[in-house]
């Protein structure tokens, strides 16, 4: 492929230099948004007992609780809604949305899904069988959650410098080779694919590297395992290859998109991400899986929808297929990221740690920062979050993981736990005005955490507990 000079990454530059944070956009069309009073807010959390998951996004002034299928899409996507094909069978939207994914994954067979977590449920039900291990630089929760659910063992391969806020790896997504190659050497008959995250959204939002990926992939030939991707953000994983990493440059992201791809024996991906919709997904399988794909094809039919519409309209399909296209162009990237990048400062300016350099879906802190005088058990991450909409109406999310991973040096399974805090920024929906606001409502609850007292739970299912979480203050 050739490498061409780009131009629009200059643009991106000028933006970041000037710090005018311009958006590559004009609003043709506004939400209203409302900020409840105090006493409004007071009750709403009350009444949601304490937990994120409980409150009406309508009493919701500023929602970071995710970056997944909150974006707004563009005047374009909505014209692809209207030239929607609805035919049952073999629409016109459905070649359109294929061709597309080949030409940006350059993988041959694509299958739509409604959603992410509909193609990890095909493609763990077909790959994966009980005590068997999937490594991964990190699963996501519903993916980890899908392969508990066929009784096999999610391995997470970070590295330990994710827990050292400070420290600016500009590849913390990375999966840490000497344990991969620890968990390989004890584990691989166990090992039915190696999982790639990018971007790692639940390792801070970092990006992984293409050499990385190439060391991966090196790895897993070595085995005969097959790689596959959860492919996300693999656009602002791929504007963090061409900004962070030493060669890329003069690369397009479309050209670091292939290179990355060309690694994996295939894909799946919740567009709702990196595709700007609000609904879909898909995977994608190379050329030579084609038994693989008719097997995904036949679970589809039973679970999702006829094989070219997979539980999607015609009209999803025409607004993915264009949002693919808007999610890789590189003015759209640099801006996004650099709003990601001036909230983290905003909260620095504050005195919250976040984690650094800041990442591409959202920005991540240090609870302690705030809240260091409550011990885990008084639940500081709930403290944060509830604080932060009663402060100002801001939802964001802290979640707190139990992890495997191996030791590095014996390969033997062991168990990671840390909290972390997200505020996912949803695609081109927020304005330079509404961080800055955020910010204000950061250090407000900032001066006031040390009052905090803490939480108690007080309900959890076993399942995506934290989904359905109940809580109460402590007096
Ligand atoms: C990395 C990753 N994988 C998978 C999923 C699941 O996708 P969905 O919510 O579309 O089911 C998500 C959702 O946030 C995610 O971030």
Redesign the pocket.
């Known amino acids: 492929m050739s490498k061409r000079k780009n131009t629009t990454s200059r643009r991106g530059q000028l933006q970041s230099e000037m710090e005018t944070l311009a958006e590559p956009y004009r609003i043709k069309m506004v939400e209203r948004i409302r900020l409840l009073d105090r006493a409004e807010r007071e009750k709403v959390l009350k009444e949601a007992f304490y937990s994120m998951a409980y409150i009406n996004a309508e009493d919701v002034f500023i929602d970071l609780a995710?970056d997944?299928g909150t974006g707004a899409m563009s005047d374009e996507q909505w014209a692809g809604m209207m030239r929607g094909d609805e035919a049952y069978i073999r629409s016109r939207s459905f070649f359109e949305f294929e061709k597309t994914i080949q030409e940006v994954f350059g993988y041959k067979h694509v299958i739509p899904t409604h959603?992410?977590?509909a193609a990890e449920n095909i493609i763990m039900e077909l790959l994966v069988s009980p005590e068997q291990i999937i490594l991964s630089n990190t699963h996501?929760d519903?993916?980890r959650a899908h392969v508990q659910n066929q009784r096999a063992v999610p391995v997470d391969l970070i590295k330990d410098v994710l827990w050292k806020f400070d420290e600016e790896d500009p590849f913390k997504g990375n999966f840490d080779v000497p344990r991969l190659k620890a968990a390989l050497e004890k584990h691989h008959e166990r090992v039915p694919f190696i999982l790639i995250?990018v971007l790692n959204?639940l390792a801070c939002s970092s990006p992984v590297s293409m050499k990385n990926i190439r060391e991966v992939s090196a790895l897993a030939r070595k085995y005969r395992i097959p790689v596959y991707f959860?492919a996300?953000r693999f656009a602002e994983n791929a504007y963090f290859i061409k900004t962070r990493e030493k060669g890329f440059k003069d690369w397009s992201i479309q050209e670091i998109v292939r290179e990355m791809f060309k690694y994996g024996d295939g894909c799946w991906m919740?567009a709702?991400?990196d595709a700007i919709v609000n609904i879909g997904?898909f995977i994608a399988l190379s050329e030579k899986h084609e038994e693989l794909a008719r097997r995904c094809q036949e679970r589809l039919v039973l679970y999702e929808g006829f094989m070219t519409y997979g539980g999607l309209a015609g009209r999803d399909l025409e607004a993915l297929a264009v949002g693919l296209r808007e999610g890789i162009d590189e003015d759209y990237l640099a801006h996004r990221t650099q709003q990601v990048a001036y909230l983290a400062r905003l909260f620095e300016d504050v005195g919250v740690q976040v984690s650094k350099p800041a990442g591409g879906s959202g920005v991540f802190i240090n609870v302690d920062s705030l809240y260091g005088h409550l011990p885990p058990e008084k639940l500081p991450g709930v403290a944060l979050v509830c604080d932060l909409y009663l402060e100002g109406g801001v939802r964001a999310s802290a979640i707190p993981f139990h992890l495997n991973t191996v030791d590095p040096k014996t390969g033997e399974l062991c168990n990671i736990d840390f909290l972390l805090a997200r505020f996912a920024l949803p695609r081109r929906v927020y304005t330079k005005g509404h961080l800055d606001y955020v910010g204000k409502v950061m250090a407000e609850v900032k001066k006031k955490a040390r009052k905090s007292k803490g939480y108690r739970l007080v309900s959890a299912p076993k399942v995506l507990g934290h989904f359905f979480v109940k809580f109460e203050p402590l007096k």
């Open positions: 995710t997944s959603q992410g977590r996501f519903t993916t995250t959204n959860d996300c919740s709702k991400k997904g």
